[in-house]
């Protein structure tokens, strides 16, 4: 990225409204988890988190949302969450993050998630889309601890559909790293995606031909690796669509990758994906959230 780091002609990194910040941290509070911390730097914020899940009253609902209708060249965000032990949180965007168009510089989002002793904790963000031109960078880093369970997605797509953008941005790349307290690695997600370089962004490690590519990840101790495996290919069978599914190292869970050209297919292979999570480790059904 260094390449790309140059002037912007507009707004540069660092101005006011250029560098999003989210804080915000989660405990449990009587019997149920409440957000106690919270800083926010626009253009990230969030509303008031919902207990909307009729199964997991206790369980709050947080939006993350951008006051400025996507990312644009020289933003910087940030965004730290910390849930304590004992808590259930569920975090997910408003709607798909817009990655738009760059003559100049790149931007950037880092993403710290933690989840203490015995929480319970779902990041499961809306697809990422990257229009013409974007050159972009996300780093995920998830803290797990061995007692606590995170299911966490990440969907890309290629372009703009609706108007024939396929591959015609700059640059997206993206980390992923789940790990221990002690750091200890569990998995590590590296997606490059350069459409004008020499690695091809259709193959069968990444997009495989098609539109979309969704990454779901669930780090548990609540059902042996080989169990949460299998039932995220039960699951996914009904589908139709292509996925493969892996146990992850040292039995700690199982991810899975699905791929398609279909939008809303997709989307529901994903909640059912989801569903069958939820039912095998907490004993209840994904709610219907609802967005606009």
């Excluded at 965004?79 to 003559?103: F, N, S, W």
């Amino acid at each position: 990225m260094l390449d790309l780091a140059g002037p912007p002609d507009t707004l540069a990194a660092g101005r006011p409204g250029k560098v999003g910040l989210l804080e915000l941290r989660y405990a449990r509070v009587g019997d149920r988890t409440e957000l106690v911390d919270r800083y926010q730097k626009s253009p990230l914020q969030i509303m008031r988190p919902l207990y909307i899940d009729p199964q997991r009253p206790d369980l709050p609902v947080t939006y993350l949302m951008s006051t400025g209708g996507g990312i644009i060249q020289a933003d910087r965000n940030r965004m730290d969450i910390d849930c304590g032990p004992g808590t259930a949180v569920h975090l997910t965007t408003q709607a798909a993050t817009k990655v738009h168009r760059m003559e100049f510089d790149h931007a950037t989002q880092v993403v710290n998630l933690t989840a203490g002793e015995g929480s319970y904790v779902e990041y499961l963000p809306d697809a990422l889309i990257p229009y013409r031109d974007a050159r972009f960078y996300q780093q995920t880093r998830v803290t797990v601890d061995p007692t606590a369970t995170v299911l966490l997605s990440e969907t890309i797509a290629a372009g703009r559909l609706a108007r024939g953008e396929r591959h015609a941005y700059r640059l997206l790349f993206s980390d992923l790293e789940i790990q221990r307290p002690d750091g200890t690695l569990l998995a590590l997600d590296t997606v490059r995606l350069d459409p004008h370089g020499s690695g091809p962004v259709t193959g069968p490690a990444v997009f495989a031909d098609h539109d979309l590519m969704a990454t779901l990840y669930a780090v548990t101790p609540l059902a042996p690796a080989a169990e949460v495996a299998d039932v995220l290919h039960e699951a996914l069978l009904t589908t139709g669509l292509a996925f493969g599914v892996s146990t992850l190292p040292d039995d700690c869970g199982a991810w899975v990758r699905v791929v398609s050209s279909d939008p809303p297919a997709l989307t529901r292979a994903m909640r059912v994906a989801w569903d069958a999570l939820r039912r095998l480790l907490i004993g209840v059904p994904a709610p219907d959230l609802r967005k606009t």
